[in-house]
């Protein structure tokens, strides 16, 4: 079974850095790209930007650009979204998604982690 | 960049009846291997997004037949022919035809 798994929960002060994981399994991590979407709270879905764990490829959202970093480590099929210093407004919840099958993309999603900023 | 406009915002359907939400792209979403990657997606209350169609109409596994996805060029149009209790929650569009991919801002099913 093609699964992303998130990390948990978090809860940080401003300033405070993070890095929050996307594990896949079932397919093999390094052939798809993965995206990574953000949910305000009470919001829609924004594009932050995407990784191909094969060569590490990123393209992020210029709303994005210079604020995360995406990362992956092949050797753990782990994708990761990290912020050195952290906002207030990045309160929200953080949606992984990747793999193709049958001619579709972005089939399986994560179930999501909710980061909290708060001091 | 690509914006991707839904209509409505808000859609109150009773149960039973059929339900349409529009999609407009900025720009066309051909992409240059030919296909055009508009991707429908549904989102539950407190669950992560379900994707139901990919490439306009192809319908993903286990989504009901009762939804349909059609379009082509810049305008793209979901529907529900007998709208279900299931059915409620928040409707994005997205393209994938290039980056930075983009989303609608999503249109509420709800029930009358």
């Known amino acids: 079974e093609v699964q992303l798994v998130q990390s948990g929960a978090e809860v940080k002060k401003p300033g405070e850095s993070l890095k929050i994981s996307c594990k896949g399994s079932?397919?093999?991590?390094?052939?798809?790209?993965i995206a990574w979407v953000r949910q305000m709270p009470g919001k829609g879905l924004e594009w932050m930007g995407n990784?191909?764990?094969?060569?590490?490829?990123?393209r992020y959202s210029p709303s994005f650009q210079g604020q995360v970093t995406l990362s992956a480590d092949k050797s753990i099929s782990t994708a990761y979204l990290q912020w050195s210093s952290l906002k207030a407004s990045d309160t929200a919840i953080y949606y992984c998604?990747?793999?193709?099958?049958?001619?579709?993309?972005?089939?399986?999603w994560g179930q999501g982690t909710l980061v909290t900023v708060s001091s | 960049d690509i914006v991707m406009t839904q209509t409505p915002l808000s859609s109150p359907v009773t149960l039973g009846q059929p339900a349409s939400i529009s999609c407009r792209s900025s720009?066309?979403?051909?992409?240059?291997?030919?296909?055009?990657?508009l991707n429908w997606l549904q989102q539950r209350p407190g669950q992560p997004p379900r994707l139901l169609f990919y490439?306009?109409?192809n319908r993903f596994s286990g989504v009901p037949d009762r939804f349909s996805g059609s379009g082509a060029g810049t305008d793209f149009t979901l529907k529900i022919s007998r709208v279900e209790a299931e059915d409620v929650g928040v409707y994005y569009c997205?393209?994938?035809?290039?980056?930075?991919?983009?989303f609608g801002q999503g249109t509420k099913l709800e029930i009358k």
């Open positions: 998604a990747s793999y193709c099958s049958g001619g579709s993309c972005y089939n399986t």
């Open positions: 079932g397919y093999i991590f390094t052939n798809y790209w």
């Open positions: 990784i191909f764990p094969g060569d590490s490829d990123t």
């Open positions: 720009q066309g979403l051909v992409h240059s291997d030919g296909n055009t990657y």
């Open positions: 490439k306009i109409s």
């Open positions: 997205m393209q994938t035809t290039q980056f930075p991919y983009s």
